[in-house]
């Protein structure tokens, strides 16, 4: 019993490096001796100390003859810091109890092998689906290529997102957009389409009076570049990454005027009007950024679940009516390949929120 509240406080300990680590996982370690923690630690920050190496350092000799409880299997290779598998060795660790392993192919088993080569007793398993869970995005990234995206929607009590006119509506409550200001904090970006800009012209930071001491890369899908030269993305680029992915022929000039004011561009040299979505997301991986909140519109939100890319939802329904003429949340989506998992509901405010997982067996579609 004692090991999986030790465990349990090593993945509470990973948590705090949410929206720091990327695309590095998130990592917690405690030490035990005699009954007693004498160490803990957890991944920070990208490049610095490993949770292990943290606790071995807190401990100091009182590591010696422990058991290290840590999320995921430690690394056994150089990278930007030594292999965490030598200093547990080091260290005269005697038992290491793992969550899970690391599925990076220069890992993927070799850290516990060399722990066991050194005759340190390992256990492995532990709390696997909270671990798991705790690091969607990086095993996502490690098996697929992919970055983790969670897409969240504000819809009325009859599945709507605007007024009918196509007006921007504020349909969720003041603890409801706070709670989404929370989750730009935590991923690596933010993804929308033009057409959210458009009519909403928003900003996708953090904007909550104890928040913004990290904000989301905001990246938009707009493959013939309508993006204008006065919106917010585009005056706050300097400031906060912004990116917009196109497609070859998009205008010249524009893109020039756009990229003095600071935007970055992703350009896709293939397909036929729309852009390859799959294809903006590898990109998006390729460069660290694994774990995406998309707060776009209708129309990315089903090419996105059609596509079979969409890992997690958060749908805060607010109590108003909007009626048939409004836009609805989501075009036609293939429902038969859908597979929602652990829903959960809560309210948030005068709001209900529906967070769940999901996973596609069969997806249609690619591109938008």
């Known amino acids: 019993m004692m090991d999986r509240e030790y465990m349990s406080a090593a993945l509470a300990l990973a948590e705090k490096g949410r929206g720091y680590t990327s695309p590095n996982p998130r990592v917690g370690a405690i030490l035990v001796r005699d009954g007693a923690i004498v160490g803990q630690g957890f991944h920070e920050r990208f490049g610095g ?105 504000a819809v009325s009590l009859d599945g709507r997102v605007a007024a009918p006119d196509g007006s921007p509506l504020l349909i969720s409550s003041d603890e409801s957009r706070a709670h989404v200001h929370l989750l730009r904090s935590q991923v690596d970006a933010v993804l929308i389409g033009i057409g959210t800009v458009l009519s909403d012209d928003p900003s996708l930071t953090d904007r909550r009076p104890e928040g913004g001491l990290r904000q989301p890369a905001r990246i938009v899908i707009d493959s013939t570049l309508r993006m204008p030269d006065t919106a917010t993305l585009t005056t706050g680029a300097n400031e906060h990454r912004t990116i917009i992915a196109v497609g070859a022929k998009a205008a010249t000039e524009r893109r020039r005027r756009l990229e003095r004011a600071g935007v970055e561009f992703w350009t896709q040299t293939g397909g036929d009007g729309g852009l390859d979505l799959e294809e903006t997301l590898r990109h998006a991986a390729a460069e660290g950024l694994i774990d995406i909140l998309c707060e776009g519109g209708p129309r990315l ?68």
């Open 49 to 153: 100390a490993h949770a292990e190496v943290a606790a071995l350092t807190e401990a100091g000799e009182r590591a010696r003859g422990a058991t290290l409880f840590v999320t995921l299997e430690p690394c056994s290779v150089w990278g930007k810091t030594p292999p965490c598998t030598e200093a547990i060795i080091d260290a005269g660790i005697a038992r290491v109890v793992v969550s899970i392993e690391d599925p990076n192919p220069e890992i993927a088993g070799r850290g516990l092998t060399a722990l066991r080569k050194a005759d340190i007793q390992v256990e492995l398993g532990l709390l696997r689906s909270d671990a798991t869970r705790l690091n969607a995005p990086y095993l996502k990234f490690r098996t697929t290529g992919l970055p983790h995206v969670h897409l969240k929607l």
């Open 301 to 368: 939100a089903t090419s996105l679940l059609n596509a079979g890319l969409v890992d997690r939802i958060s749908f805060f329904v607010g109590p108003v009516l909007l009626g048939a003429a409004a836009p609805a949340a989501l075009g036609r989506i293939g429902l038969d390949d859908m597979v929602i998992s652990e829903g959960r509901w809560s309210t948030v405010g005068a709001d209900v929120l529906f967070e769940a997982g999901i996973t596609q067996d069969h997806a249609i579609g690619t591109g938008r």
